[in-house]
C-alpha cells in the first residue's frame, strides 16, 4: 500500500517534492516507505527525529529529516542537532536561538519561516502583515539560512465545502505572493521553497505553487494518538 501511494503521488506531484509525514509512526514502518524510495521525511516533534533519524537507526545517509512542528525554545539543541531544516520557525526569538546554537554546532541551519495565512488564533507563525519585516532581520543572522516559508491550511471550516476551498486557496495564494516578494527584495537569498499542502489539500497547494507537500495520512494511514 504504501509504495503504491507514494509512487502515485510522485506521479502526480512531478518536480513538487514529497515529504512523507512520519510523526507517531514507527522507524520500521519508515523504514518500509525508504525501501519505496522515500527519502524525505517531517516530524513534529524532535525526540521523534532522534529515535528515527539520528545516526544509529541504520537508515540511508540520503534519508532526510525535517522539523515541520512548533520547536520548544528547550528543544532547539537537539533540532538544530538531528533535523536536516527547521520548517517551522515561527519567531525572531526562536530565529535567534537557532543561529546561536547552530554557530555552537559549526554549522548554518537552513530554516523555513512559518506564516499563519489562515489568520486562525490556534495557530503558531508570523502573521503576513509582519513576516517581511521579519526576514529582514533573521537573514541578517549568521547561524540561520532562509530557504523559504510554510504554511498550514486553514481548519476551522468543513473539508470539501466550497468555502474551505476558497479559503484553502486564499492562503495558499497569500503565501506564495509573500514568497514572490521576498525573492523580488533579497534575490541573492534564494528563499524559493513554498511548503504548504498535506493529505487533504495538496491538489489546491499545487495548483497555487507549492514546491513541497507534506502527506502523512494519506501514506500510512490514519494515525492512532493513544
Known amino acids: 500500500m504504501i509504495a503504491d501511494v507514494i509512487e502515485s503521488l510522485k506521479k502526480q506531484l512531478g518536480a513538487v ?76 526569538g526562536l530565529a535567534l536561538k537557532i543561529s546561536d546554537e547552530a554557530l555552537r554546532q559549526g554549522k548554518v541551519m537552513p530554516v523555513l519561516l512559518e506564516v499563519n495565512c489562515s489568520g486562525e488564533d490556534a495557530k503558531t507563525g508570523f502573521s503576513p502583515d509582519t513576516i517581511l519585516s521579519a526576514v529582514a532581520q533573521i537573514r541578517e543572522l549568521p547561524g540561520i539560512r532562509i530557504e523559504g516559508f510554510m504554511t498550514v491550511g486553514p481548519v476551522l471550516c468543513t473539508v470539501g465545502t466550497e468555502i474551505w476551498r476558497q479559503k484553502t486557496r486564499s492562503a495558499f495564494r497569500q503565501l506564495r505572493s509573500i514568497r514572490d516578494e521576498a525573492v523580488r527584495k533579497w534575490p541573492e537569498d534564494n528563499m524559493s521553497e513554498l511548503s504548504m499542502g498535506m493529505s487533504h489539500d495538496w491538489e489546491i497547494a499545487v495548483e497555487e505553487g507549492s514546491t513541497m507537500v507534506r502527506i502523512g495520512t494519506m501514506i500510512f494511514g490514519e494515525r492512532n494518538y493513544g
Open 17 to 92: 517534492s514529497l515529504m512523507a509525514v512520519s510523526k507517531t509512526r514507527t522507524l520500521d514502518e519508515v523504514r518500509r516507505a525508504v525501501e519505496c524510495g522515500q527519502r524525505l521525511f517531517g516530524e513534529n516533534h524532535v525526540q521523534e527525529i532522534e529515535a528515527k533519524f539520528a545516526p544509529g537507526t541504520a537508515l540511508p545517509s540520503s534519508v532526510r529529516c525535517e522539523m515541520i512542528g512548533h520547536l520548544q525554545s528547550n528543544k532547539v539543541r537537539k533540532a538544530v542537532m538531528y533535523a536536516s531544516r527547521i520548517d517551522s520557525v515561527d519567531s525572531v
